[in-house]
């Protein structure tokens, strides 16, 4: 049973930073290209980083460059997501996503507050 766990949300003041977690089980091989996601009621949910199995692509949105950084660690089945300088408006769940063999996998959700 493929899953998705996140972790390492939580509320955070403007400028400080956050580090997410989604660990990453249940596939024939645990080293898939994985995305997070962000949404904000009532805005749709959006792509916010991307990073191929190996690492060797990786994808930001504009609204996050220079300020998110994805990376992750094969042997533990982990990608994180770093983030750096938050705004307010980076308040959203962010959810961990694997498309794979026409599939789509999501994780539950981690909640990121960015509040004074």
């Known amino acids: 049973q493929v899953q998705l766990v996140e972790s390492g949300g939580g509320l955070v003041q403007p400028g400080g930073s956050l580090r997410l977690s989604c660990v990453i089980s249940?596939?024939?091989?645990?080293?898939?290209?994985v995305n997070w996601y962000r949404q904000a009621p009532p805005k749709e949910r959006e792509m916010v980083a991307a990073?191929?199995?190996?690492?060797?692509?990786?994808n930001y949105a504009d609204s996050v460059k220079g300020r998110f950084a994805i990376s992750r660690d094969n042997a533990k089945n982990t990608v994180y997501l770093q983030m750096n300088s938050l705004k307010p408006e980076d308040t959203a769940v962010y959810y961990c996503?694997?498309?794979?063999?026409?599939?789509?996998?999501w994780g539950e959700g981690a909640l990121v507050t960015v509040s004074s």
């Open positions: 996503n694997v498309r794979y063999d026409d599939m789509t996998f």
């Open positions: 249940g596939f024939t091989n645990n080293n898939v290209a």
């Open positions: 990073i191929s199995s190996t690492a060797s692509i990786i």
